[in-house]
């Protein structure tokens, strides 16, 4: 599994992807009813590529999106950023996520971002679990519009002991 940072033209990956993303998975990445496509709109944000407000690291095997982190922040240089991960249905519980948000935090921290936010529905165990992986501890949501808000402190997320960030790595997920 190669991990690397977004490259212009990944959109198509995405769109690919979608083959083996359920519409589940797709209703809990936008917590909305998606009809199982990803949202239109948000493939063209995405087509416009890596910027300041918004950056990506993805996770490709044999030429298959497997999954994807984000972060997303207006204004450019705001010191939190959203995050947001989706892992393909197969690839799901083998330690993917993780491994796609602690490369990117090495990235986020290089573009000035100290503090991640995350809105996730209640009912999203795996979201939840993630979050806990990666702040250590349940950072305690608070809640609003029927969804749970985090807010936590990127020193906390584990790192990878990369010297080059940003660079890929191949990493075995299990
Ligand atoms: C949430 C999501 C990204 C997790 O991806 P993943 O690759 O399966 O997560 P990982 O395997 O890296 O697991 C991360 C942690 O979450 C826990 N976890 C994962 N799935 C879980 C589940 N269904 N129930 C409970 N805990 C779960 C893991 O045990 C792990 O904790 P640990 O390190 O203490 O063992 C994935 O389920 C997904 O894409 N869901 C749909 C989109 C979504 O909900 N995105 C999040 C909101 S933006």
Redesign the pocket.
């Known amino acids: 599994m190669l991990i690397r940072p977004w490259c212009d033209g990944d959109q198509g990956l995405v769109v690919a992807a979608q083959r083996n993303l359920s519409a589940?998975?797709?209703d809990?990445?936008f917590l909305v009813g998606s009809g199982g496509r990803l949202p239109v709109a948000y493939l063209r944000h995405i087509a416009a590529g890596a910027r300041p407000e918004w950056d990506a690291q993805v996770a490709v095997d044999g030429g298959v999106l497997c999954?994807w982190a984000e972060y997303g922040r207006v204004p450019a240089r705001d010191p939190a950023a959203d995050?947001?991960?989706?892992?393909?249905d197969p690839?799901?519980?083998?330690?993917?996520?993780?491994?796609l948000v602690r490369a990117l935090v090495q990235r986020m921290i290089a573009a000035g971002i100290r503090a991640i936010h995350?809105?996730?529905a209640g009912s999203?165990?795996?979201?939840?679990?993630?979050v806990?992986?990666l702040a250590g501890s349940d950072p305690g949501p608070t809640y609003a519009d029927g969804l749970l808000h985090f807010a936590f402190d990127l020193a906390a997320v584990p790192q990878d002991p990369a010297p080059l960030a940003g660079q890929p790595v191949l990493t075995r997920v299990?």
């Open positions: 589940a998975t797709i809990r990445r999954g995050v947001a991960v989706l892992v393909a690839w799901q519980r083998t330690g993917l996520a993780s491994a995350a809105d996730v999203n165990a795996a979201a939840r679990g993630l806990r992986a299990r």
